[in-house]
Structure formats: structure tokens, C-alpha cells
T-cell receptor, first 108, second 114 residues
Framework: GQNIDQPTEMTATEGAIVQINCTYQ??????LFWYQQHAGEAPTFLSY????GLEEKGRFSSFLSRSKGYSYLLLKELQMKDSASYLC?????????FGKGTRLSVIA | AAGVIQSPRHLIKEKRETATLKCYPI?????VYWYQQGPGQDPQFLIS???????DKGSIPDRFSAQQFSDYHSELNMSSLELGDSALYFC?????????????FGPGTRLTVT
């Protein structure tokens, strides 16, 4: 089975940088996903990491260390619209197992 | 670009009633996943279909059943509804050969059981 842990809530200031951590334990690793979810809306795909290292995509970057069972999502130049839940997920077969999500509040 | 379509978007039912949720995947996507997300919870995988056959089964109650049709749309049938079934139900689809990577989620159906 999969065990995923991420902080419940975080608060950051508009224009700042925030790092959301995720640790996981899996019976077999097949990549790690980050999704963004605004309240009452569908999760939207942000990133997929299967190899160690940093993947940058605009203001968002995702890092993976397979040996440490650790990933983080880095959000730069925070905007108010980035206030959302950020879900770390790993596949169990092909279905995704999600963490509880980190609710990020961006304040002025 | 076409996205995953779910209907209805909102549904209100009473206890012990039945409900049917529909999902239309992105064109040419062959795999459909159903997830249930309770209030303040993370999405929980229910069931998935690949090429019209059940491929994986998660925490789907026996009261629920699902199928994928020849046009790849899927339906989730829910019977003997309970208050605890109130949740957002998401359908996601993925493309052939993707191995489930980049699952695209529909907007969800909000089911309220009273």
C-alpha cells in the first residue's frame, strides 16, 4: 500500500516563494504527481516526477528524491489565485492514491 | 481542447434512492477512473475501466456498480444511498499508452443525500 504525508495547511505572502513537502512510502515506485485543487473543483495536473531532481515549469517546480521518499512543490511569485489545496499523489497500479492535501492560503 | 464531461453536475437524492452518474472521457482516451471525495477529504479511488473492462477496484461499496460502454463513456450506478455517500464524484480519463500518467479530471458531480 501507499502512505503519503504532507502538511495540512500553509500560509504565504503574495509575491513570495513557498515550498510544499510530501513524503511517501510505496510498495513499488512509479512516479509522483502534484495536483492543484480549488475548493469544489476538479484536481488539475501540475507535475509528474519519476526521476530524481528538479523539474521546472513556469512558476511551479517539483523535486523528487526517490532514495528519501521525498518530494516538494515549489511555487514562486505567489499570486492570490494560487490559494488552493495541493495534492501529492502516487500511483497504485494506475489509479492514484492521494495525500490529504496541503491547503495553501496566499495573503496580501 | 475537449475535456472530461460529467453529468449531472449536481444531484440531490434521498436516503435509499438510486443515482446514476455519467462520465464522457476525452476523445480517444481509453481508460476511465472514478474517485469519491468527501468534504475536506482527499479523493479516494473507486474503480477504473480500460477498454470497457474493469481494470482496478478500490474502495467501491457493494451498493455501487459501474461500467464502460462501447463509446467509452462510463456510468456509476449507486443504490440504497446513504447520508455518507454525499460527496464530490470525479471521473478522470487517460490516454492510450500513458500508463495512467496525466489523468485528466472532469468537473465532478456533487451528490447530496438527504
Amino acid at each position: 500500500g501507499q502512505n503519503i504525508d504532507q502538511p495540512t495547511e500553509m500560509t504565504a505572502t503574495e509575491g513570495a516563494i513557498v515550498q510544499i513537502n510530501c513524503t511517501y512510502q510505496t510498495s513499488g515506485f512509479n512516479g509522483l504527481f502534484w495536483y492543484q485543487q480549488h475548493a469544489g473543483e476538479a484536481p488539475t495536473f501540475l507535475s509528474y516526477n519519476v526521476l530524481d531532481g528538479l523539474e521546472e515549469k513556469g512558476r511551479f517546480s517539483s523535486f523528487l528524491s526517490r532514495s528519501k521518499g521525498y518530494s516538494y512543490l515549489l511555487l514562486k511569485e505567489l499570486q492570490m489565485k494560487d490559494s488552493a489545496s495541493y495534492l501529492c499523489a502516487v500511483p497504485e497500479g494506475t489509479p492514484l492514491v492521494f495525500g490529504k492535501g496541503t491547503r495553501l492560503s496566499v495573503i496580501a | 481542447a475537449a475535456g472530461v464531461i460529467q453529468s449531472p453536475r449536481h444531484l440531490i437524492k434521498e436516503k435509499r434512492e438510486t443515482a446514476t452518474l455519467k462520465c464522457y472521457p476525452i476523445p480517444r482516451h481509453d481508460t476511465v477512473y472514478w474517485y469519491q471525495q468527501g468534504p475536506g477529504q482527499d479523493p479516494q479511488f473507486l474503480i477504473s475501466f480500460y477498454e470497457k473492462m474493469q481494470s482496478d477496484k478500490g474502495s467501491i461499496p457493494d451498493r455501487f456498480s459501474a461500467q464502460q460502454f462501447s463509446d467509452y463513456h462510463s456510468e456509476l450506478n449507486m443504490s440504497s444511498l446513504e447520508l455518507g455517500d454525499s460527496a464530490l464524484y470525479f471521473c478522470a480519463s487517460s490516454a492510450p499508452g500513458s500508463g495512467g500518467r496525466e489523468q485528466y479530471f472532469g468537473p465532478g458531480t456533487r451528490l447530496t443525500v438527504t
